[in-house]
Nanobody, 123 residues
Framework: QVQLVQSGGGLAQAGGSLTLSCVIH????????VGWFRQATGKEREFLGR????????HYADSVKERFSISRDGAAQTVYLTMNSLKPEDTAVYYC????????????????WGQGTQVTVSS
């Protein structure tokens, strides 16, 4: 088990950028992938993308692949979600999560979750 602590987020203007951070505390070597999800009010949690911990390979949902990117700093045990060209519809609570499987794109494939961070995009 690992603990994920998120930071970043807050208020942004439409068209702007934000970067969220997710620090892994504990046995990061047990993590295969780190994913990012978001949940807007009244909607289901949405998968955004994932990064493999060892090779740093990334995969994105079609809805965000042109604007969002995921990276990681292995030494700092930190994964980042950089969001560009933000839109009001990007307003949501954003979560990072750790998986011990590959090709994890659904919530049930993730074992440990960050606390969530609010992102609000104003028009």
């Amino acid at each position: 088990q690992v603990q994920l602590v998120q930071s970043g987020g807050g208020l942004a203007q439409a068209g702007g950028s934000l970067t969220l951070s997710c620090v892994i505390h504990g046995r990061a070597f047990s993590v295969y992938e780190v994913g990012w999800f978001r949940q807007a009010t009244g909607k289901e949690r949405e998968f955004l993308g994932r990064i493999t911990w060892i090779a740093a390979e990334t995969h994105y949902a079609d809805s965000v692949k042109e604007r969002f990117s995921i990276s990681r700093d292995g030494a700092a045990q930190t994964v980042y979600l950089t969001m560009n060209s933000l839109k009001p519809e990007d307003t949501a609570v954003y979560y990072c999560a750790a998986s011990r499987t590959y090709d994890a794109e659904t919530e049930d494939k993730y074992d440990d979750w960050g606390q969530g961070t609010q992102v609000t995009v104003s028009s």
